[in-house]
């Protein structure tokens, strides 16, 4: 028998047991939207991909800049992407959003055993979780599994999380390394610094990252992690 939200929230919800509630009546009227207005009706995932990125930008907007309100609202907006897709879906027999559910829920309580089973709490998280996530989806290498259609910037970035994360030390030979400890004004400015040296120079900066990352991903996979 599957475990009941409260059983598993482990009394994190407090007295508010009916957290959520709202998320049915979310429900149905995507469903009444996707039946009864014609532009509803006509989009697919496809015409949709555009929305989810802006959503995306003005959420990390109100996390910078706004208000609470202003937060509640760009979520909202948000979530109903991920009510479209899952409607989109629904309604051609493929999966629904209790599929999508089913499907977070399951992956957070298979990689939270320490949690959720009697497991040790690790003593390094993160290593952990690509780990368990490079075994789960049968990865060959630690680079597997990152987005083809994320910015220069956030590619090279996650790029390095994960041989961080994995502890590849040897990837990063022959990478620059700072002498000195580094703290966000810092990486800013010079990273404005080289952005605005490039287009001095007539260099694309964007491109030039994507070739330099794309190369030492080469170089890594070549490596075998």
Same mark, same amino acid.
């Given at each position: ?12 919800? !407090? ?10 009546? =979310?429900?149905? &009227? ?7 207005? @014609?532009?509803?009706?006509? +989009? $697919? ?23 609470? $309100? ?8 948000? /979530?109903? +992407? ?17 599929? %999508?559910?089913?499907?977070? *829920?399951?992956?957070? &309580?298979?990689?939270?055993?320490? &949690? ?6 690790? $003593? ?13 989806? +049968? ?10 259609? /994320? ?21 990063? #030979?022959?990478?620059? =390394?700072?002498?000195? @400890? ?5 990486? !800013? ?11 001095? #120079? ?10 330099? $990352? ?5 170089? *890594?996979?070549?490596?075998? %992690?």
């Amino acid at each position: 028998m599957t475990d009941q939200p409260a059983d598993l929230a482990g009394g994190a919800l !407090g007295d508010d047991t009916e957290l959520g509630r709202e998320l049915a009546r =979310v429900v149905a &009227i995507m469903a009444r939207l996707r039946r009864d207005c @014609p532009w509803d009706a006509a +989009q $697919t995932h496809r015409s949709l991909a555009k929305h989810l990125i802006e959503e995306t930008a003005e959420t990390i907007d109100a996390i910078e800049a706004g208000s609470d $309100t202003d937060l509640v609202e760009e979520l909202g907006d948000l /979530l109903l +992407q991920v009510m479209y897709h899952s409607e989109i879906a629904r309604t051609e027999g493929r999966f629904d959003i209790d599929d %999508v559910a089913d499907g977070i *829920v399951d992956k957070l &309580i298979v990689r939270h055993p320490y &949690i959720f089973d009697d497991a040790a709490v690790p $003593t390094d998280m993160m290593a952990t979780w690509e780990g368990a996530k490079r075994v789960e989806k +049968q990865r060959q290498s630690a680079l597997d599994g990152i987005a083809d259609s /994320l910015s220069a910037l956030s590619r090279a970035a996650k790029v390095a999380t994960r041989l961080n994360d994995t502890h590849a030390d040897a990837a990063f #030979a022959g990478l620059a =390394v700072a002498d000195e @400890p580094l703290d966000t004004q810092t990486v !800013g400015q010079g990273l404005l610094t080289l952005v605005t040296e490039a287009v001095r #120079a007539g260099i694309d900066p964007d491109q030039a990252l994507r070739d330099a $990352t794309r190369e030492w991903e080469l170089r *890594v996979r070549q490596s075998g %992690v």
